[in-house]
């Protein structure tokens, strides 16, 4: 290595930042934090979850037992992710969304006894690389969100959402389809699709979408 040579080290893009834990949030032991995640005032993230880097966790928000999300996520003011949810990569989770884990919810068993963690098998919802969810709306577990899906505001989500889906509604239908920047899909003819943005075009088929590989 010559004098003129850089110095080795992390580029400026790898280097660690540190996490930031508010007072007011409560946040277990057992969770694992990643670099550069911060959690707000009044958050919980439970026993066993794992957060990836650079995270946000917003005031009120609640990260349920042994929860997984990727690097990268929003999750924002007094949303619910209950276990056993996994969250990719570039989640992005509106105010107030609820994530829900139980199929046949009660209070009680049949017999009048209150129902403990052994009463029940909590479901999860899944959701992929850089899907949204929209404020105010609720996955009804077990479903799994498409990779960068959003789901509009106050949608209730009863089935499996596909890859670049857009879907609103009660229940939640498809109304169309969004690219990886966030915005719709202009249709340019039978099957083909583009975004308006980037220009990245999409091909349709069978009530999926995929990119066009240039």
Request: aromatic content about 6%; charged content about 20%.
């Amino acid at each position: 290595m010559s004098a003129l040579s850089p110095t080795p080290g992390p580029t400026p893009w790898r280097t660690p930042v540190a996490t930031r834990i508010v007072d007011s949030a409560e946040v277990s032991d057992d969770a694992t934090i990643g670099d550069g995640t911060s959690v707000w005032h009044l958050a919980q993230v439970r026993e066993g979850a794992v957060l990836g880097q650079g995270c946000i966790i917003g005031r009120g928000a609640y990260i349920g037992t042994g929860v997984r999300l990727g690097d990268h996520c929003k999750v924002q003011n007094y949303a619910l992710v209950y276990e056993p949810a996994v969250l990719a990569d570039g989640v992005f989770i509106g105010p107030a969304v609820v994530l829900t884990n139980d199929t046949f919810p009660r209070a009680i068993n049949p017999d009048g006894s209150l129902k403990s963690a052994d009463d029940w098998e909590p479901v999860g919802v899944t959701i992929g690389r850089g899907a949204s969810i929209g404020a105010r709306s609720v996955c009804i577990a077990p479903v799994t969100i498409g990779a960068w899906a959003t789901v509009a505001a106050g949608a209730v989500v009863t089935k499996d959402v596909p890859d670049h889906a857009l879907v609103a509604g009660v229940p939640a239908r498809r109304i169309g389809w969004v690219g990886e920047a966030g915005h719709p899909l202009r249709e340019d003819g039978p099957r083909r699709w583009s975004c308006p943005v980037s220009g990245t075009a999409y091909e349709e088929h069978e009530q999926t979408l995929r990119k066009v590989e240039l």
